[in-house]
């Protein structure tokens, strides 16, 4: 059972050992599992109790996880926002329960800085901006129009407006690259099969498809496929990720090229749980390493593919 360690300040079991709360997204693709292993693994290996909850990509159920977790009185609480806003109420609520929040993935809008201890996860706007420079070159030499639809993740969230402004920022400016429709595909292979299958038809002359992860472009690849088009040839395919199904497809030609991001967190996400319960100061920011892959380097790349 846990005793209260005086002060407020959250209590840990009686054996010590940290208790950490957390608040998952959901587990809306690829990506998503592979962090889940990542962050219940590394707890493991670190001797850090978890209470971990999936919330269905809803932030209620996100919120109603934190207050469960107050009110368990957890050492530390680290969670991945399923979108930006609307967090400060229930992150001040940690807050005056001497609980210390980590971000982890996913970034809150909240200007009050003192809501959380650190956020660790990927540059977006970066990896947008990845996208945008590789469709620049490929491009480079096309007459145009280029004519160019996107897949959003869900709304809100900060992997999708960030994304969606890092690859505006670098074609957004060129005249030839037309965007003809950018819809959000919730992160899921089904949404962005049914929102590429509308594309489609909406559009007789597609170039490109920009998709903010591997599973909704591998739903596109479905759609394209069925509408009698080769996908990565007909219609180029640039996404965001790199989990094994999308590298297999990036290999097979399908999808031309992938901005990795990696959800990796677990081992740095436990590193830094321990600091902020010692009371240590950590980094406000902890960014992620991550690269690129062409369809080449996807070949090489996939028999060591962890996720
Ligand atoms: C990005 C993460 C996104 C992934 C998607 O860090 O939040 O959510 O790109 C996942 O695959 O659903």
Redesign the pocket.
């Known amino acids: 059972g846990s005793r209260n360690s005086g002060g407020g300040a959250a209590a840990g079991k009686d054996d010590g050992k940290i208790v950490m709360g957390f608040s998952q ?1 959901g587990a ?5 599992t592979a962090n889940t292993k990542s962050v219940q693994d590394s707890a493991r290996e670190a001797g850090i109790e978890l209470k971990f909850s999936d919330a269905q990509q809803k932030q209620e159920n996100q919120i109603k996880a934190i207050r469960t977790f107050i009110s368990q009185k957890v050492d530390i609480i680290a969670f ?1 926002p399923v979108v930006e806003s609307g967090w400060d109420t229930v992150l001040k609520e940690a807050k005056d329960a001497g609980i210390p929040v980590i971000l982890t ?2 970034a809150v809008d909240s200007p009050d800085k003192t809501l959380y201890k650190t956020f660790i ?2 540059d ?1 706007v970066v990896e947008g901006t990845k996208a945008g420079e590789w469709v620049k070159k490929e491009f480079a030499s096309a007459a145009g129009p280029v004519n160019m639809v996107e897949l959003q ?1 869900n709304t809100g ?1 900060a ?1 999708a407006i960030d994304r969606k402004e890092g690859f505006a920022s670098v074609l957004g400016s060129d005249p030839k690259f037309k965007m003809l429709a950018s819809q959000p595909g919730d ?1 899921t292979r089904v949404k962005g099969k049914e929102v590429m299958e509308a594309f489609l038809r909406a559009n007789k002359d597609i170039d490109l498809l920009y998709a ?4 909704m472009g591998l739903g596109a690849i479905e759609a394209i496929e069925a509408a009698g088009k080769k996908p990565g040839v007909d219609i180029k395919i640039v996404t ?2 790199a989990v094994k199904d999308g590298m297999q497809a990036l290999a097979d030609g399908k999808i031309n090229f992938i901005v990795e ?1 990696s959800p990796l967190l677990g081992p740095q996400l436990m590193e830094l749980a321990k600091k902020v319960v010692a009371g240590e100061t950590v980094p406000e920011r902890v960014l992620t390493e991550e690269t690129t892959f062409t369809q080449e380097q996807a070949k090489a790349a996939l028999p060591d593919r962890k996720y």
């Open positions: 997204v809306e693709s690829g990506w998503r991945s993935d996913r996860g990927s977006f993740g969230a992997p992160f903010h992860n591997d599973d965001v990720d991001c």
